[in-house]
């Protein structure tokens, strides 16, 4: 039983909840990951594409070979960029602190993934959007995690996923 309390203490349902969650989070980024990490390791453009397109995806391959330093955790982050945010506001959406999310933004801008960008509607402020090379890179993102999101479809059932996400949806949604 997770946790130290007390071999006769009774720990209320839930309370490992938290450490599920990031767990389940932490394997479905981790294998992810891996997927990614073999993509990059190819090393002839031709082995790539020849490595399984209708699987991996073709363009997935190419982004790949072209920064194997990209980490799924990047593509989270592109994704809560989404249309253009300010730092602060994507430290709210990603729940880390202003400083954090400004550590990650100018990784990610040297990456060349992200660029920032006067806000139009403050002047003091800049704006964080993605790049043509962090739109491929997201993209990718997107299509590793739907393949992995089908993996746990099969071996938990439609429903159950379906029902997962929603409740999360539900429990986690800003504002």
Do not use: C, N
């Not at 982004?63 to 249309?83: M, N, S, T, Y």
């Not at 730092?87 to 992200?114: F, I, P, W």
């Not at 993102?141 to 999360?168: K, N």
Request: no cysteine.
């Amino acid at each position: 039983m997770p946790g130290s309390i007390g071999s006769d203490a009774v720990v209320p349902r839930g309370s490992e909840l938290p450490l599920l969650l990031l767990r389940g989070f932490r394997a479905l980024i981790d294998d992810a990951q891996v997927e990614l990490a073999e993509l990059a390791e190819l090393t002839e453009p031709a082995e790539r594409a020849d490595s399984g397109p209708a699987a991996i995806g073709a363009a997935a391959t190419k982004v790949a070979a072209a920064e194997p330093d990209f980490r799924l955790l990047h593509g989270v982050v592109l994704d809560a960029i989404g249309e253009g945010i300010t730092a602060a506001g994507l430290g709210r959406r990603l729940g880390v602190s202003k400083q954090a999310a400004a550590k990650t933004v100018t990784a990610l801008e040297h990456a060349g993934y992200v660029e920032r960008v006067p806000d139009p509607a403050d002047a003091r402020a800049k704006l964080v959007r993605i790049t043509p090379l962090g739109r491929r890179a997201l993209w990718r993102t997107t299509e590793t995690m739907a393949r992995h999101r089908r993996m746990w479809v099969e071996r938990l059932g439609a429903e159950s996923v379906d029902g997962m996400e929603e409740a999360l949806r539900t429990m986690t949604a800003e504002g």
